[in-house]
């Protein structure tokens, strides 16, 4: 799909990679609209991003996406692109007590959240003719981080649903793409993980939106951009070896 003229949706866009694909999609001819739970972070990204358009909600929440699409559909009515890009990552150690209803919080947020969107957005989304869903997963999709089990588990069960999803809307126009970053240098990265990352170098999220857009417009399926793609060749090609290499960043200085 072209990414010009378009009206793209995309969640937890007021910081990090959301932010840096809103902002080149609209330099690219596009309506763009985020969200996020933080209406300062929202008015800020309004202001410091031309032509933005802000919603607050919260993808955890299941009335806050009803309400969200209620809001889209009537004042952008010419939606056709949704990205689920909002997520959450925890550092995690099983080994300690852990509240239940916190310990699954990646699940809710990484991917009820998305798999919530698409059912809600999918019956206009289908009326387009031509429409595109970006699910947002990572590199850790395919080879775990032991650190953040939650959070794998949530992007491995996206990278299925992406699957699945792609296969059930065949025929409809609405094309299913898995965008599967890097580390990047956002937030996410950087605080939860200043220890695990340290000495690490992340791909600037300017360049992540870059190859994301190309991607999208070579009508790539999975984009899997440097990192991502060694460790999906080696999750297939030595798993094991993968998982202990990730199993040692979850050490630091062990
Ligand atoms: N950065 C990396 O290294 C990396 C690597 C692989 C995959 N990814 C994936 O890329 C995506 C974006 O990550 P990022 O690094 O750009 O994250 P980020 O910098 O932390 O930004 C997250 C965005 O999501 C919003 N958000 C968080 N929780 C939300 C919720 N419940 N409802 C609505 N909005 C919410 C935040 O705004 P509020 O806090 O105001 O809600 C913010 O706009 C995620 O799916 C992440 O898993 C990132």
Do not use: W
């Not at 609405?174 to 950087?190: K, N, Q």
Request: net charge positive; charged share 20%.
């Amino acid at each position: 799909m072209k990414l010009t003229n378009k009206t793209v949706l995309v969640t937890g866009g007021t910081g990090g990679i959301g932010m840096a694909l809103a902002k080149q999609l609209i330099e690219h001819g596009n309506v763009v609209i985020v969200t996020g739970r933080d209406q300062d972070k929202l008015d800020e990204a309004t202001r410091l991003v031309p032509g933005l358009n802000g919603v607050r909600s919260d993808v955890s929440d299941p009335a806050a996406i009803v309400d969200l699409h209620a809001q889209v559909i009537d004042r952008f009515p010419g939606l056709d692109v949704l990205i689920n890009n909002v997520g959450i990552m925890r550092n995690l150690n099983l080994n300690q007590e852990r509240d239940l209803a916190d310990v699954t919080r990646e699940i809710e947020v990484n991917l009820m959240g998305p798999v919530r969107m698409v059912q809600q957005f999918l019956p206009h989304l289908k009326t387009r003719g031509e429409a595109l869903i970006v699910n947002v997963s990572s590199g850790l999709a395919f080879v775990p981080m032991p650190a953040s089990p939650v959070y794998c588990a949530a992007k491995a069960a996206i990278h299925s649903f992406s699957q699945s999803l792609r296969v059930q809307l065949e025929g409809t126009g609405v094309t299913v793409i898995e965008l599967a970053p890097p580390g990047v240098e956002t937030r996410l990265f950087r605080e939860e993980f200043k220890v695990e990352t340290r000495g690490q170098k992340a791909m600037a999220p300017e360049e992540l939106a870059r190859r994301a857009i190309a991607g999208i417009e070579a009508g790539r399926d999975e984009i899997r951009p440097g990192q991502s793609n060694l460790l999906k060749t080696l999750s297939r090609l030595a798993p094991r070896l993968a998982l202990a290499q990730m199993a040692k960043l979850s050490k630091p200085g062990h």
